[in-house]
């Protein structure tokens, strides 16, 4: 058995401002119809012995990432909360610690969940040559044959090549020479030059009872931390929440210092397929459809005398005149400008919203709820605007709040509101008044999505007014 293991915990800040803290790069379609944690899943599809993903999130993307795995008819064998980030060795161990418990032969692969890669043939062709030696106790690495002097990602450097009996041998494999950081220019140029230096992609594959084996030698600590957030964590609807306080407690550290520059048994298998992780604007534009002036544009767009550029339009007409080899991003709260040159600066631009306490940098005007889709409208320091979209049978908990009152107006759909001790029926163009301190909830009875806009008033309208009295 094979479980892909999907780490689906980053930020991506460097695709401000597409992704945001709540809503990050891998929660996004951005290269096509699926999200990049959509793709990431169905382009295993073909592998034997695949099993269905562990996904490993951040607990504030829990219920996106449920909803996007329901849109691709997939069923996950588990979504494990991360309380907080650790990097990427404690989410191997705690994937490993849970497999091993399914079946002592079982392999994991570790895919992070933002990759892009273009040729899903020669990747499968490579995931079947990493099998082969995963159950022979290596411990592998996947590297991505360069195609430039990329300044941006870890290098590889092949040692000897490696030569196993093996039915699916269909990619060459070496055993690892050394990891490196990422270099400067000129040293990049140097290694690409050389041709025994590939991309470290961040892609593995062990077989369970291996990896924790190497990392109880290495990294004992991490280990205990893990099996302690196992141990003593909870299931919630169809989630495992890690105990918080044991994974708090656990050092941070990758794969790759943790394990992988110290064990014995390390083999990379090179490939090239079209791979990006899409870490920067400048990303998209290589990989994205151009058109006659090798433009990349998503939305409504106009261009005039406009030329290498991305450009993506999310709420509005974006028209440009006279750019050349610029990005333009437009949100509904938030515009980027830059030339494709600067685009890694953005991550510093992120940090200066970030010091200011900029909302922008956390969440869109829409959030994604359990229950539906909240999209910010109009706001005050007095009221504020919402539309509601609430999905057919969903129940929005039993609350009140001191401080506002809200008036909620049907516009599709049946809603059936509790206050207080009455319950009442709302159809199309019917509303409601509620006022501070009363308890209320709201429920779509029906079979289509109900929505309505909601009115918040107050002396204090802040997301921290509220007093959940249940949690339906």
Not at 96 to 105: G, R, Y
């Amino acid at each position: 058995m094979i479980y892909p293991v999907i780490l689906a915990g980053g930020s991506g800040t460097r695709l401000w401002p597409l992704s945001r803290e709540l809503y990050p790069k891998q929660l996004l379609e951005l290269t096509g119809n699926n999200t990049m944690l959509q793709d990431t899943i169905l382009r295993l599809s073909g592998i034997e012995e695949m099993e269905s993903p562990i996904i490993i999130c951040n607990e504030n993307h829990r219920f996106m990432v449920a909803e996007q795995m329901r849109n691709i008819n997939v069923s996950p064998d588990a979504i494990i909360l991360e309380p907080v980030g650790r990097n990427t060795a404690p989410a191997v161990a705690v994937a490993a610690l849970k497999t091993l418990d399914a079946s002592q032969d079982s392999l994991i692969l570790i895919l992070p969940a933002d990759h892009f890669i273009k040729n899903t043939r020669v990747f499968h062709q490579a995931l079947n040559t990493g099998i082969d030696y995963a159950k022979q106790g290596y411990l592998i690495t996947f590297g991505i044959i360069p195609e430039a002097p990329e300044t941006g990602y870890g290098y590889i450097c092949k040692g000897e090549k490696l030569g196993i009996a093996g039915k699916n041998l269909e990619q060459e494999a070496y055993s690892i020479k050394e990891f490196v950081e990422k270099p400067d220019t000129e040293t990049a140029a140097q290694y690409v030059n050389s041709g025994n230096y590939c991309w470290n992609s961040g892609m593995f594959m062990f077989k369970s009872s291996q990896v924790l084996g190497e990392m109880r030698k290495h990294v004992p600590g991490i280990v205990k931390a893990c099996e302690n957030a196992l141990k003593n964590g909870n299931r919630d609807l169809d989630f495992f929440r890690l105990d918080k306080s044991s994974f708090e407690a656990c050092p941070s550290d990758s794969v790759d210092y943790a394990i992988m520059e110290k064990t014995e048994n390390g083999v990379m298998i090179p490939f090239q397929a079209g791979w990006n992780d899409l870490g920067s604007w400048e990303a998209l534009w290589q990989v994205g459809k151009k058109d006659d002036n090798s433009n990349v544009v998503y939305g409504d767009v106009l261009l005039h005398d406009v030329d290498n550029s991305f450009l993506h339009a999310s709420t509005r007409l974006l028209a440009a005149v006279g750019l050349k080899e610029h990005i333009v991003v437009e949100t509904a709260d938030a515009v980027l400008i830059s030339p494709r040159n600067r685009v890694q600066d953005v991550k510093s631009l992120v940090n200066k919203l970030k010091a200011a306490k900029r909302e922008e940098t956390i969440s869109h005007k829409t959030s994604f709820m359990p229950w539906g889709i909240s999209e910010l409208l109009v706001k005050s320091k007095w009221f504020q605007v919402k539309r509601l979209k609430i999905k057919a049978g969903a129940v929005i908990s039993l609350q009140k709040h001191f401080n506002r009152a809200e008036h909620w107006i049907v516009l599709q759909g049946t809603a059936l509101v509790t206050k207080g001790e009455e319950e009442i029926i709302l159809t199309e163009d019917h509303s409601t008044y509620i006022r501070p301190g009363v308890p209320h909830r709201l429920v779509n009875p029906g079979k289509i999505p109900l929505e309505i806009i909601e009115v918040q008033s107050g002396s204090y309208i802040g997301s921290d007014d509220i007093v959940r009295l249940d949690n339906e």
